[in-house]
Structures are given as C-alpha cells and as structure tokens.
C-alpha cells in the first residue's frame, strides 16, 4: 500500500474516531540519495525513521522493517534475495536504519527503499524517493579508428558511470606501466593510441584518486587456435567441425576463408564452421581472421579429407595398337591416401604399379587388362580391352567345283574360289585375272556359272587392310570337252604335251610304215608274258599281223597335288608266229584312253 493511501485511511479514521494525528509523524529520511561505488567495493546506505507512539490509544511498536528494490508485487526483503544472500547487512537500533552490501557488482546498481511495519492494520511506511546506487566499472571505450596500411591510430576513452561529464583526473596504463597521450594533457579522459597488427600491448585506465583501481585491460587478439571435431582422422562423408579461440578485450569478430587457386573465397563469421557432410572437394588451405578495433591475427589450417579411390581411369598408349609397336598403360585414381594399383589380365596377376609396359605387342596379347586402385579405406576396378592390329596374313584359295565320275570338271559347270587370311581389321578381298586391270569380284567368295575354255587362267585373290596387303594365285585350267584344274606348274603340262604328240606320232608311223616294234628289255616280264601264251595251235596261219598292247593314261582328282600322267601297260593275249622262235618281240600300240562320254 502507498504512503498517500495509508495516510488517506489514516485520515478517514481520525475524522470517525476524532483522533488528530499529523501525517509528518510517519516518516524516513535518507542522508544520500545518490551514491556511486567501485565495482567489488562495500557500499553503507544510511537512514532514520519516524512514526507516532500513541494511534487510537494503541501504542505503536514495529514489528518488522527491511530494505527492498523490487516495485512489482509485493516488496521482498533483500536477505531473502538469492543474488544478495550473505552479502547484506541491516542495523538494529530503534529508528535508525542502515544496510551494508558488500562485494557490489554491476547488477546492484538500482534504487533501494526502507519499509517498516507496525502493529496497526494501517501502521506501514515505505521511505520515499529511495536512494540510487550506481556500481562504477572503469572501461576503455573506442571513440574513433583511422585505419592506415600497416597501422591505425585509435582514440580511447576511459568511461566511468559515476563522472558521465568527464570532471575526474585519469590515469593511462600500457602494459601495467603509467604512460601519457602524445597529444591529450596528462590526465584526460581520452587518449590516443597508434595499434600494429602484431601489436600485443594491453592498455587500461583509473582515476587519478585511486590508481590502484584499474579498468580491465583492452588488447588486440591473441595468435588464434583451430580445433577439430572430431580430432581425429577426416573421412568423406562425416560431419566436422572447424573451431576459432583467440584471447581478445573487447572481444574480437571471427571470420572464415579458403584459399582458391587465385582468390580467396569467405565462408562464414563466428567462430565455428560446419560441413555437414564434407567432401574430398573440400580439402584445402583455411584460414581463420579474428579482429577487434585494436588489431587482428590470422590463423591457417590445412583441411585434409581422406576417402577410397575413385574417378578411376586407364589409359593406352598409342592409342591405335600395331603389332610389333611398344604399348603403355597407365591407370590413375583419386584416392587420399595415395592408391597402390595392380595389374591383372583375367584373373592373372601382372604387376604392382600403375604403368604396365609392352614393349613388343603381339596378337597373344589382346584382351581384356584389368586395373585394380586400393588404399585402406576401399578400392575400385577399370577394364580396357586390347586389340591389337596387324596386316592380312598370306591368304589361303580353295576352289569348289562340279566333276564328273573320273575327278574332272565338266565344261559348264559352276567353280566357286575362296580366299581367306587372318586380318585385324578384317580384310577386305578382291579377285583379278592375270593380265585383267578391272577386278573380277570384290567379295570373298568368287563364283564363275557355266565356265567356258575362255575362263581358264591364272587366278589372283587381293587381301587387304589399313596396314597393308597380301597375294594369292591359283590356276584355272579349262579343256574343250572338260575343264581340269591343275596346280600352277609347268611340269604336268608339259608332260601331257609331250604324252598326246608321242600318240599321234605312233599313229601316223603305224599307218605309213606298219607297227612299231618294242624290244623289251625287261626278260623277267618276257618270262612273266611266255607263261600266259596261247597254244601255238591256236594261231590261224593267216594272222600275221602285229598284237597291240594298250596303256592307259589317269589323273589325280586333288588340286594341291602336282597332276602326273601314270602310263600302266594293260595285259593283252599274244600270240606267236612262225618267226618267233629265236627271240620274243613284243608289240605295243600307245594310244590315250577315252573317256565313257567317247
């Protein structure tokens, strides 16, 4: 209840119960109503109170009285405080009243009352206006910076609540040592201060009265500190986090940046700075700035993510593959640690090392090479396949063709040449005919339908590639009534030549000047035919002529073998004459066999 309230119903009850009682009768006076006191001094607050003895023939006693500063509600009594617990004190003399705080702090400053109460309903005061207890902190404050390129000059003040106008006398320290500004008189309250980067200086002030109370010190940051969480080893994919600490007053801003290739990107303020999930990408060079107005210090740290291989790559070299030429493969990862790489080809292990080497490439070394890229934390694999090029190999000719039943080709028929050779690429194949500039077929296979005598000849096959070519012949050889094939050799040619004009000699000899008479030689065949003669009985006189003996001539059926005419003798009866009795002769008409179709 205010005062003017209880003095209201004080009044009313004097005007019901013709009491007169003087409203000054109830008072509290305080001797100071301003008092300002250094942080962590004792603090007394002095007072007296007054109220009447005598109230409706009562006499007046107090019954409690204490010291408060909270206006909400209800007044509390400061002991029963929590922040003021043990550390004030109240008197105890009849209408006298007094507290004692020791050890103030910032937070004391406030106005503090003293309330009493009496034994009647309406008998409590509380002394008005209070007294106002200001807690004085000295500070250094900053009033102005002029930022140079290495330096900055910085003006300061020393602040103290108690003197807001500045009248006290001051005191500047730098590093605990007395000092003057070089410009302000030796006791203002400002004082300018020319700050380095590297300055580590520590300034403060007090008043001249009492130098032994400082202000706390303001100084630039400290050389800062990085922290990692977790401490440990940095692996793709976690959450980390970057931690700034420096010592700075007042306390210094923080910024983070990572250094690129020829800027420098900002990242965040505050201490900390968080990846989430941090990638390889993320490694690199960090720094962290911490700044106040007295300066700044700059702290580097080297973020290095570890992670299994991967980006994984094999290259070859040269790219095209010959056979013969020198081939290099190379595989590559990104890995952190450093991958270690093998070699494999299928399940074969080649080497340790992330170059495999061939120095002389061959067609056996085509397939598939695997690399294999591993470090502590995983690996990863990357095939290449290796194909190795080269020219046509010598090509092979095989002909297909319609014989008849002693092996020869029909005139008529239909021949088939193919030509064949192992090429990387495949080879492509063209057919020419000796002494024909315009190609025959450009496929492998070459079919002539209905052959004639006209398409006898030397035959060429062509296998060709990018790297280069290869030749192959065959002979063609085509009769008037048959077509026969025969290797290209001039042996069994001439043979048959020579066979046919043999014949045609002893026919033209036999018809002009009689048989032709044959002396074997051989007496082991003449003793071999006398014992297959016929009864000298069995003669008619009147056959005198000559027997013939026959031969016939065959050819093999296959190409590849040379074609040789084989002449065999064919047994025929003999008989004998009257002349024949000294020595045997034995007769023989060489004429070619003929064919069923003759």
Not at 6 to 28: E, H
Not at 280 to 285: A, E, V
Not at 383 to 398: A, N, T
Request: hydrophobic share 30%; charged share 25%.
């Amino acid at each position: 209840m205010s005062l003017t309230a209880a003095l209201r119903g004080f009044v009313v009850l004097l005007c019901c119960f013709s009491v007169v009682k003087s409203q000054t009768d109830w008072k509290v006076k305080y001797y100071q109503t301003e008092i300002c006191a250094d942080k962590g001094s004792t603090v007394v607050i002095l007072c007296s109170y007054d109220f009447p003895v005598m109230l409706n023939r009562v006499s007046t006693t107090v019954k409690k009285s204490f010291w408060f500063i909270r206006t909400e509600g209800e007044p509390v009594d400061l002991r029963e405080d929590p922040e003021y617990k043990d550390r004030v004190t109240y008197s105890s003399s009849p209408k006298s009243c007094y507290l004692i705080i020791s050890g103030v702090r910032e937070s004391d400053s406030a106005v503090y009352k003293f309330m009493f109460i009496t034994n009647h309903q309406t008998g409590r005061y509380i002394g008005e206006p209070g007294v106002r207890l200001t807690v004085r902190d000295l500070q250094v404050l900053l009033v102005s910076t002029s930022v140079q390129q290495e330096d900055s000059d910085v003006q300061l003040k020393c602040f103290i609540r108690c003197d807001p106008k500045g009248l006290e006398e001051y005191v500047w320290f730098i590093n605990g040592e007395e000092t003057r500004s070089r410009i302000q008189s030796e006791t203002s309250q400002t004082f300018l201060y020319r700050s380095w980067n590297s300055s580590t200086d520590r300034i403060s002030c007090s008043l001249r009265s009492s130098k032994t109370d400082q202000s706390p010190e303001v100084y630039a940051p400290r050389t800062p500190t990085v922290s990692l969480d977790p401490p440990t080893e940095i692996l793709e994919g976690r959450s980390v986090t970057l931690t700034c600490s420096s010592d700075a007053n007042p306390a210094a801003k923080f910024n983070w940046f990572k250094k690129m290739k020829s800027s420098v990107k900002i990242l965040s303020q505050g201490p900390q700075f968080v990846f989430d999930s941090i990638q390889s990408t993320d490694s690199g060079d960090y720094y962290c700035k911490v700044q106040n107005y007295l300066g700044l210090k700059i702290s580097d740290f080297k973020l290095e993510v570890k992670y299994a291989p991967k980006n994984i790559s094999v290259s070859v070299n040269p790219p095209e593959i010959l056979e013969g030429s020198s081939v290099t493969l190379t595989c590559s990862s990104d890995a952190n640690p450093a991958a270690n790489y093998t070699w494999f080809k299928a399940k074969n292990r080649l080497n340790a090392a992330n170059v495999y080497h061939l120095p002389s490439i061959n067609i056996n070394d085509s397939g598939i090479y695997r690399c294999k890229s591993e470090n502590k934390h995983g690996w990863i694999n990357s095939s290449v396949h290796i194909d190795v090029l080269y020219p046509p190999r010598s090509p092979s000719v095989h002909l297909s063709r319609t014989i008849n039943g002693s092996g020869q080709i029909l005139e008529g028929s239909s021949v088939t040449l193919t030509c064949s050779s192992d090429a990387n690429p495949a080879a492509n194949y063209t057919w020419f005919k000796e002494n024909k500039d315009s190609p025959k077929s450009e496929e492998q296979m070459f079919t002539i339908s209905d052959i004639t005598a006209e398409d006898g000849g030397l035959y060429i096959c062509v296998a060709q590639n990018k790297l280069g070519q290869q030749n192959s012949t065959v002979q063609v050889s085509v009769g008037s009534g048959s077509v026969g094939l025969a290797a290209a050799c001039s042996i069994p040619a001439v043979l048959l030549t020579l066979i046919f004009l043999a014949v045609l000699f002893l026919k033209i000899f036999r018809r002009s000047s009689g048989p032709l008479v044959i002396r074997s030689q051989d007496k082991d065949a003449q003793n071999r035919e006398g014992s297959d003669r016929e009864d000298p009985t069995s003669r008619h006189p009147a056959e005198d002529e000559t027997e013939i003996q026959y031969a016939t001539v065959t050819f093999t059926k296959r190409q590849e073998d040379p074609l040789y005419s084989n002449i065999e003798p064919v047994k025929a009866k003999r008989r004998r004459d009257a002349h024949e009795d000294k020595e045997d002769v034995v007769y023989s008409l060489v004429g070619p066999s003929r064919s069923p179709a003759d």
